[in-house]
């Protein structure tokens, strides 16, 4: 019961990472707000807040786009009505526009960091503003955990607009940490590597698999639930000296 009575807001929660996150945060003891665009799951299986439910009372669904500021204010004002107290924030909502540079549409640019960016800005902005007016507990006053990408340090094959989204939200990790040690702020981000989250089309294509299991040192390619266990550790009392920092869980792919 690592987050016994913390309160923590996880982004694109229906599904995947999001998902396995959600999950091991409300059996680690979270009250847990799960946010997501759509109540669609991607692998299939029930909807998140049911699973959430059955394993405690106290987690709330709620459907915004964390690129509209209109709705991630609604997000985190009713965690706070809910719960009180906002421990952590992890930015996990995010998309892929899988092209490379000369066939990206600006459109599909925009989205692409609307999402992944403007988005962890957003709720990174609204989680730092409440963390600074609350009393530090454990020598914290919150955590922000950021799901970056080993694709925000190296090249993502055809898929330009995901990877300087991802290599942003490194450097905003960076940012966030420095600028608010001081107030006992803490950000760190977890950087997968190739990760099976079930969903289809291009992410598991024959070719793409056989890439990800070449690029990885170990003998299998990753699971939502490796990434949530490091999320865990960084949004718990247990990593009590560590901030700014990008945690790969990638099965050695950048050690390689």
Same mark, same amino acid.
């Given at each position: 019961?690592?987050?016994?009575? #913390?309160?923590?807001?996880?982004? %694109? ?11 091991? !945060? ?28 059955? +394993? %405690?009372?106290?987690? +709330? !669904? ?11 204010? =609604? ?7 809910? !719960?009180?107290? $906002? ?12 092209? *490379? ?16 960016? #403007?988005?962890? !800005? ?28 080993? =694709? %925000?340090?190296?090249?993502? /094959? %055809? ?6 989204? #991802?290599?942003? $939200?490194?450097?905003?990790? #960076? ?9 006992? +702020? ?5 950087? /997968? ?12 294509? *024959?070719?793409? $698999? ?34 700014? =920092? ?11």
């Amino acid at each position: 019961m690592r987050l016994k009575n #913390k309160t923590a807001i996880i982004t %694109g929660a229906s599904s995947g990472i999001g998902r396995a996150i959600a999950v091991r !945060f409300m059996e680690e003891g979270a009250n847990v707000v799960a946010v997501d665009i759509s109540t669609a799951v991607v692998e299939g299986g029930a909807p998140v807040i049911e699973v959430l439910s059955a +394993i %405690g009372p106290n987690a +709330i !669904f709620i459907q915004g786009d964390v690129a509209r500021s209109e709705d991630v204010s =609604h997000v985190f004002a009713e965690a706070q009505a809910r !719960f009180g107290r $906002l421990d952590i924030v992890v930015n996990n909502a995010a998309i892929h526009a899988p092209k *490379p540079l000369a066939e990206t549409e600006e459109t599909e640019w925009d989205r692409v960091m609307d999402v992944n960016l #403007k988005g962890a !800005f957003l709720c990174s902005r609204a989680a730092v503003r409440i963390m600074l007016q609350q009393e530090i507990v454990a020598e914290t006053r919150g955590r922000i955990v950021n799901i970056s990408s080993q =694709h %925000g340090m190296v090249s993502a /094959p %055809g898929d330009f607009a995901y990877g300087v989204s #991802k290599a942003g $939200l490194v450097y905003m990790t #960076k940012q966030i940490a420095a600028d608010y040690a001081a107030a006992n +702020i803490i950000c760190n981000a977890v950087a /997968p590597g190739k990760i099976l989250t079930g969903k289809s089309g291009r992410a598991i294509l *024959p070719e793409m $698999l056989e890439y990800s299991h070449k690029r990885t040192p170990m003998p299998r390619l990753g699971r939502p639930t490796d990434v949530a266990s490091a999320a865990l550790f960084l949004a718990s009392d247990e990593a009590s000296y560590i901030t700014g =920092h990008n945690l790969l869980v990638d099965g050695g792919w950048m050690a390689a």
